[in-house]
């Protein structure tokens, strides 16, 4: 990893990095996050009885919309073209965890890290949004970027002690 924060200039003002000379690359992260509430709400969600309708798949959609809208959130992060953007759920019913995973993927010149991160924290926020009125008690943590390809940076993927 470089110690060298990319936006900054030499007179430490804050820009946006140009990316113009770099050559397009196929680039894929996956983030993943969590959002933890009481079992007997997991529960409803599954059973699809929430009154506002299905929390997942709405949670996905919201998502979806939230990395394309990435550069509008972010200050110094590029439009992207996205190619691709997939999430998804897993729940674990007896602690009342749900695991959200986003893949962001795009052929260009600059990552997708930010988007699959955006992406993971609003539909995690959506979730919240959704059951806020039978469980405050919903805590979202652990938002970090798993894995992320392409690029000059090369590869990453995060040890499992980290």
């Known amino acids: 990893m470089s110690d ?7 007179e430490g003002k804050a820009i946006m990095v140009d990316v113009g000379h770099k050559v397009a690359t196929l680039r894929r992260a996956l ?15 599954l059973d699809r009885s929430i009154e506002k309708g299905d929390v997942f798949g709405i949670a996905r959609i919201a ?3 939230a990395a394309k809208q990435t550069s509008s959130l972010i200050p110094l992060c590029h439009p992207l073209g996205l190619t691709s953007v997939e999430l998804e759920f897993t729940s674990l ?4 965890l749900v695991r959200i995973s986003a893949t962001a993927k795009v052929n260009g010149q600059t990552g997708v890290e930010m988007e699959a ?3 993971v924290s609003v539909a995690a ?11 405050k008690l919903m805590v979202i943590g652990e ?6 390809s392409g690029g000059k940076s090369g ?3 995060r040890p499992e002690d980290c």
């Open 4 to 10: 060298k924060l990319t936006h900054f200039d030499a």
């Open 31 to 45: 983030a993943l996050g969590e959002i933890r509430m009481q079992p007997a709400t997991l529960k409803r969600i």
């Open 63 to 65: 998502g979806i919309m």
């Open 93 to 96: 019913a007896e602690s009342g």
């Open 117 to 119: 991160l955006t992406a």
């Open 125 to 135: 926020l959506t979730i919240y949004d959704m059951c806020k009125a039978i469980d």
């Open 143 to 148: 938002i970090r970027l798993q894995e992320k």
């Open 155 to 157: 590869d990453f993927v």
